[in-house]
């Protein structure tokens, strides 16, 4: 059985971590696949206008698979699995990770590399490094405290304490929190907001987002003027179509 799941779902890419028997906790298997359904995405991105990374069972992840770890497991290549982790970031798409219960250290850094992160009430975040004497290697000293804040990232790392989903949300880990009953049915359809607009757009957003990313204001704004993807070719359709509406 497939330790990741991939489907096409009419523009969405739907990423499911499948080892629920484990808590999806994460393999360099589970890497080698996920690597597989990133170079899809690479190679054609104009075929998706946004990705859904999510978890198959109980919960999202529980993390690093403790037991690989404890058995010395051997890369396939040097950084294999931080690289994947960029890959996934740097994907054209809008990158949405649904979390729902655990998500621990290195789930964690997975779900950071989202450009948002939706959260169920029961999910459960945390860093926990800290508890088995561990540093990060996937990118949580970055990440967490870009999307949280230095100070509130500190407090997660050095304590390893659970966030809790609403938690989570109020302290901008995660975009939005969602009820448990109705978790699967809102995700879809915030992925489907993305998808009723324009797709370049989205690609265009994220490029500009990424390559400024620690720019000075100044240094930021000319890259966006002088290094802009430029526009959409039904632009001047959509302009149209909205207007002639305003006019009937």
């Given at each position: 059985m497939s330790e990741v799941l991939f489907e096409r779902r009419n523009g969405l890419a739907v990423i499911t971590l499948n080892r629920p028997?484990?808590?999806?906790?994460?393999?360099?298997?589970?890497?080698?696949?996920?690597?597989?359904?990133?170079?899809?995405?690479?190679?054609?991105?104009?075929?998706?206008?946004?990705v859904l990374l999510r978890g198959a069972g109980k919960c999202f992840s529980a993390g690093h698979d403790l037991k690989q770890i404890n058995d010395n497991e051997t890369m396939p290549s040097p950084n294999f699995?931080?690289?994947?982790v960029e890959r996934l970031a740097n994907m054209p798409p809008p990158l949405v990770v649904a979390v729902h219960s655990h998500c621990y250290t290195g789930a964690l850094e997975l779900a950071l590399a989202g450009d948002i992160i939706l959260a169920s009430e029961n999910a459960i975040f945390a860093d926990t490094h800290g508890k088995w004497g561990m540093s990060p290697f996937w990118g949580m000293s970055q990440r967490l405290p870009r999307r949280i804040g230095r100070a509130k990232a500190a407090e997660m790392m050095f304590t390893s304490a659970t966030v809790p989903g609403p938690e989570a949300a109020r302290i901008g880990l995660a975009n939005k929190c969602f009820?448990?009953?109705?978790?699967?049915?809102?995700?879809?359809?915030?992925c489907r907001s993305i998808l009723d607009n324009i797709w370049f757009s989205h690609r265009a957003n994220k490029h500009l987002m990424m390559n400024t990313d620690g720019m000075s204001l100044a240094a930021g704004l000319a890259h966006e003027v002088f290094h802009h993807p430029g526009v959409d070719s039904r632009m001047h359709e959509r302009i149209s179509g909205f207007l002639k509406r305003g006019s009937d």
């Open positions: 028997e484990k808590l999806n906790s994460l393999t360099i298997s589970m890497f080698k696949e996920l690597s597989a359904y990133i170079e899809i995405i690479e190679k054609s991105p104009e075929e998706f206008g946004c699995e931080p690289l994947i009820p448990n009953a109705s978790f699967e049915s809102d995700v879809e359809a915030f």
